[in-house]
């Protein structure tokens, strides 16, 4: 059965091949389907970006259509090159989404439904997204209400986890969420319950000012949180312009103290911590990670 964190790497996996990319052919055996895109067919439209909600997969298309599916217990979503032999037979095959150089089919997927943006904000099935960060309507106290009601729902949450759930606050990825914690003090493995008022407000402040500032990137390879002292005219190296983030086994830029890395999470994403900058609060003994600098390329 595919977990919300299966789902979530189809998605992203799905996002990598065929986001930004144009349908070139559009295929399905659902006859809901068909019918929409018989009156404003898929072909010609971009892919703008696939995303996962909980065991939902969203896939945006431009012209405000977007295809909505939940897997259930049978159903997954495959990657093909063109032309390359599908692993299932053609008849479990319910979507295909072909651009030049990807097939996306799915398989099995018992529930698939074409939706504008309008009628997915009121659909009551698919979960909402939390209050974009990036939204000219976003306000830090708006931010830490939305934080405060999920960490009473939920008071043992490690609050990096809380800071990716895109249900609470939409936008953060994970290089934000190490060098949004670090920027704030705030121990990644803490629980919500332990996490102050004071706490929360700096870390929307934080997220809303990092992400303002980086907003021309959008696939987060250039995000910048440190500028040090120096003023350089040729492009930084990804780790010279972080705090934190992939730079387990090296100094902490404000006190020396070693960085670690750790998973966490279901979803196993590395976090990464000063833990002299970020102290542990809580019940037991602070969490250890790995200090040894990992070489070759991390997928965030
Ligand atoms: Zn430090």
Known sequence: ?????????????????????????????????????????????????????????????????????????????????????????????????????????????????????????????VPKLGPDILSENF??????ARMAVYGRENPDAEIAAVLLNQRVLAGLGNVYKSEILFAAGVNPFRAMRTITPREMESMVDVAQRYMKANVVDGNGDRIVTYSGNRRTTHAMDREERLWVYRRQGQECRRCGATVMMRKQGVQARSTYWCPACQPWVGDGEAPVGRARLVRGREVP
């Open 1 to 125: 059965m595919p977990e919300g964190d299966t789902i979530y790497r189809a998605a992203r996996a799905m996002q990598k091949a065929i986001g930004g990319k144009v349908v070139t052919g559009f295929e399905t055996g659902l006859a809901k389907l068909a019918r929409v895109n018989d009156d404003a067919p898929l072909v010609g439209r971009m892919v703008e970006k696939v995303e996962s909600r909980g065991k939902w997969c969203l896939i945006f298309f431009s012209g405000d259509l977007i295809l909505v599916t939940h897997m259930l217990m049978s159903g997954s979503w495959h990657l093909y090159r063109p032309g390359e032999r599908w692993q299932l037979g053609r008849g479990r095959m319910r979507v295909v989404i072909r651009t030049v150089d990807w097939e996306a089919v799915g398989f099995n997927i018992p529930v698939a439904e074409f939706h504008t943006a309008r009628s997915l904000e009121r659909s009551s099935q």
């Open 139 to 144: 306000t830090v106290d708006g931010g830490v």
